[in-house]
C-alpha cells in the first residue's frame, strides 16, 4: 500500500515509520537523508538541484535525474531561488521507467 504521511509527522515518528518501511519514494528531501542514513531502499527525484551533490550512494538507493540544459537552476550562488515555472527537469521523468527500476530491484 501507499501513503502519503507529508507535513503529519514528527522527525522521531518518521524515523519510526521508515524502520517498518519497504521502500521511500521522495523528491530531495531531509526525509531522504534520514532513509539513507537508516538504509532504507530509496527511489529519489532531482530536478532544480544536482543528485552528485545531495543524492544518496548505495545500490539500494536509486535516483532518477533528468540532466536538461537548465538543471541544476538552484544553488549557493541564488539562494537556492529559480524563477523556474515549467519544472521540466522532473517532467521529463518517465513514471514508467520509475516503476521498471523498482521493480526489477525488487524494491516492493
Known amino acids: 500500500e501507499i501513503y502519503n504521511f507529508c507535513g503529519k509527522l514528527s522527525i522521531k515518528e518518521l ?10 519514494i521522495t523528491n530531495d528531501s531531509g526525509p531522504l537523508h534520514i532513509a539513507h542514513i ?7 527525484f532531482f530536478g532544480p538541484e544536482t543528485p552528485r551533490l545531495y543524492g ?3 545500490p539500494r ?9 537548465c538543471s541544476p537552476c538552484i544553488n549557493i550562488y541564488n539562494s537556492k531561488k529559480s524563477d523556474c515555472r515549467d519544472n521540466i527537469c522532473l517532467k521529463n ?7 521498471h ?4 530491484n525488487k524494491f516492493l
Not at 15 to 24: D, K, V
Not at 38 to 44: A, E, K, M, Y
Not at 93 to 99: G, H, K, L, S
Not at 101 to 104: A, C, G, Y
Request: aromatic share 12%.
Open 15 to 24: 524515523i519510526y515509520l521508515f524502520t517498518i518501511s519497504r521502500l521511500l
Open 38 to 44: 537508516i538504509d532504507l531502499p530509496t527511489v529519489s
Open 56 to 58: 544518496p550512494i548505495g
Open 61 to 69: 538507493h536509486k535516483v532518477f535525474y533528468d540532466d536538461t540544459f
Open 93 to 99: 521523468i518517465n513514471p514508467q521507467t520509475v516503476i
Open 101 to 104: 527500476t523498482i521493480e526489477i
